[in-house]
């Protein structure tokens, strides 16, 4: 669970190449400005897969795909229950000016 005062998420990978993310469960995560979702891409990831994960009652989404300088990210078959009641009123979320989105 993350509580961060200014970001964060359950389970969240940056500047990586080739991550799988799998089996995972992320719930109760918390920001006081940004953020506080289940899972994350985050910028400068490439060639990565985020699936059969489960998120639950965090505050922003549930999983985000951020492909600001991202490419070939995939997210599939990950079901959200109860996310998005804060600060993304969202159960996933897309920013996307990267190539190779697959959601």
Known sequence: ??????GGAGVWAYGSDKV???FCTSTNNTSQ???G??????NYVSNSVMQYNYSNNNLAYGYML???TNSNGNITL???FGDGNGNYVSHSYVYSIGSGVAF
């Open 20 to 22: 799988t993310i799998q």
């Open 33 to 35: 400005t940004i953020d």
């Open 78 to 80: 990950n079901p959200s």
């Open 1 to 6: 669970m993350c509580t961060s005062v200014s």
């Open 66 to 68: 951020n492909q600001w």
């Open 37 to 42: 979702g289940g899972f994350d891409f985050d």
